[in-house]
Every structure is written in C-alpha cells, then in structure tokens.
C-alpha cells in the first residue's frame, strides 16, 4: 500500500485524539477513531452528579415507565447516562424525541428507539418547532434536563397548549484528569482535542491553561462552536454537522504535523 493509500484508508494514522467523555457514547467515539488509524486517549472531563432532588427524579422516572406521558425528550448523551443508570423502561406508546444526531445515537446504543430528531436545527429550540408542528393536539410530555439549563424547550412547549413535567435529570460536574494527559496536552503529544459541549468547552479551558497552537480544536457543530469560543477557546475546526461521524471527519481534513497557517480561517 503507497502513502497515498494509506493516507485515504486510514486518514488519522499517527494522530492521538482526547475523547472527552467516557462510558458507551466514549467507547464507540474511540472506536470510529481506531478505525481511521487514530489513537483514541479517552479522558472524562465531564461526569453526571445526582440531582439534588432526587425524589422528584424517581417519581417521574416512574410514570414515565408506566406509560404517564406521552413524549420524553433528551436534550444530551448524559441524560442518557441517567435513564440507563435507572434501568428506566420507556414503554412503546412512549415516543422520544432527540435534539441531535449524537443524543439520538447515545439512546440507540442503550437500546431505546428514537421516534424524532430535528431535521435542521439541533437545538432545544429546533426540537420544540418540529414538535410543536408535529403535535397540533396537548400532549403530555416529560422533559429532563441539567440543572444548569434554561428551559427553553419547557416553555415553548407549554406556550403551544402541551402538558409538561419538566424535571432536573442531574447536575453536570467536572471531571480532573490525571497529570499524565495535563502533561501530554501540555506537550503537544495530543494532536486533537474533540469539544462536544460548552460544559466539555468550560472544562478544556479550566483544565488546558497552556494549549499548544498546534493542537486541533475541534468543535461538534455550529452551536457547541459558539459555546466553545464563548470559553475562550481558539476553536480550529467546526464540523458541520452535529455528529461523531462529521467531527471525526473534519479533523481528518488536517495532516500531521500542523502549520500555524493551518487553522486561518
């Protein structure tokens, strides 16, 4: 096999990419890396934390697996951490609703089948309209969501005639990781940092003072993008989808090594 060849089969040989969350949705990131040639270093920067009211969590939970509602919709992969570390069943006559492509897969690999994704906007806002234009009658709908999230997607609804319970599914705390990745972003042994949400964006610059300028920072999607640079992080590159697949793919439109020049816009 020429270099060429191999350049096209495995786009991201000699590459390490932090991966920024762990569990199922962290496993298969990795393994899409691998299979491009990538060594996936895999460093949680961001973990779930019980809701402070946990109480209020169960019982919904429990209606929910009762057939209580009509609708749930998950705005982020953690809320999928919680729903699968609930055992939670989610009964047919339940649809769920997805605000992404990546949310829509984390559910997917845990074995809960998604009924609606937004077409175009991947927001909270997108999926309230697709919604809203989908349900002209009230439905009864159960919304999770982070403590620190506005309820965008709550009000909207309640605004349009629906029934909403909308509960806090856990609070989103930072991960330390350990001296050797510091040392390796630090060094510049990591080629690429993958940001997949502001709270990994909020954690990357709190964590990572001292990024290299040659170190790829690489986005999830326009929105994670703003949130990022919102951090005050240099984003590079900016998939233009928000999924895996397309951030993966961004990232290896770059060689190694890179040029500053590389990364203007």
């Given at each position: 096999?020429?270099?060429?060849e191999q350049?096209?089969?495995?786009?991201?040989?000699?590459?390490?990419?932090?991966?920024?969350?762990?569990?199922?949705?962290?496993?298969?990131?990795?393994?899409?890396?691998?299979?491009?040639?990538?060594?996936?270093?895999?460093?949680?920067?961001?973990?779930?934390a019980?809701?402070?009211?946990?109480?209020?969590?169960?019982?919904?939970?429990?209606?929910?697996?009762?057939?209580?509602?009509?609708?749930?919709?998950?705005?982020?992969?953690?809320?999928?951490?919680?729903?699968?570390?609930?055992?939670?069943?989610?009964?047919?006559?339940t649809?769920i609703?997805?605000?992404?492509?990546?949310?829509?897969?984390?559910?997917?690999?845990?074995?809960?089948?998604?009924?609606?994704?937004?077409?175009?906007?991947?927001s909270?806002?997108?999926?309230a309209?697709?919604?809203?234009?989908?349900?002209?009658?009230?439905?009864?709908?159960?919304?999770?969501?982070?403590?620190?999230?506005?309820?965008?997607?709550t009000?909207?609804?309640?605004?349009a005639?629906?029934?909403?319970?909308?509960?806090?599914?856990?609070r989103?705390?930072?991960?330390?990781?350990?001296?050797?990745?510091?040392?390796?972003?630090t060094?510049?042994?990591?080629?690429?940092?993958?940001?997949?949400?502001?709270?990994?964006?909020e954690?990357?610059?709190?964590?990572?003072?001292?990024?290299?300028?040659?170190?790829?920072?690489?986005?999830?999607?326009?929105?994670?993008?703003?949130?990022?640079?919102?951090?005050?992080?240099?984003?590079?590159?900016?998939?233009?989808?928000?999924?895996?697949?397309?951030?993966?793919?961004?990232?290896?439109?770059?060689?190694?090594p890179?040029?500053?020049?590389?990364?203007?816009?």
């Amino acid at each position: 096999m020429t270099n060429t060849e191999q350049k096209k089969d495995k786009p991201l040989e000699g590459w390490r990419v932090l991966v920024p969350r762990g569990g199922p949705w962290g496993d298969g990131v990795a393994a899409s890396l691998r299979s491009q040639g990538a060594v996936p270093v895999v460093a949680p920067l961001i973990n779930f934390a019980p809701t402070t009211d946990q109480e209020t969590l169960d019982t919904a939970l429990g209606e929910l697996s009762a057939g209580a509602f009509d609708w749930l919709t998950v705005t982020s992969a953690t809320t999928v951490d919680v729903l699968f570390a609930h055992r939670t069943v989610i009964p047919p006559n339940t649809r769920i609703a997805a605000v992404g492509e990546t949310t829509a897969a984390a559910l997917q690999a845990v074995g809960y089948e998604v009924t609606l994704v937004p077409d175009r906007d991947n927001s909270a806002a997108g999926m309230a309209d697709q919604m809203i234009a989908l349900e002209p009658e009230p439905r009864r709908i159960l919304t999770l969501r982070s403590e620190i999230a506005k309820p965008v997607l709550t009000e909207r609804l309640i605004a349009a005639g629906h029934d909403v319970k909308s509960v806090v599914a856990y609070r989103t705390v930072g991960v330390p990781v350990t001296e050797r990745i510091m040392r390796d972003v630090t060094n510049g042994r990591i080629n690429a940092i993958l940001v997949t949400s502001g709270s990994v964006a909020e954690q990357v610059r709190e964590q990572f003072p001292e990024i290299p300028g040659t170190t790829l920072l690489a986005a999830i999607g326009p929105r994670t993008a703003t949130d990022a640079r919102r951090a005050g992080l240099p984003i590079s590159v900016v998939a233009d989808r928000q999924t895996v697949d397309a951030l993966i793919d961004a990232v290896s439109q770059f060689t190694l090594p890179h040029a500053a020049d590389e990364f203007a816009p």
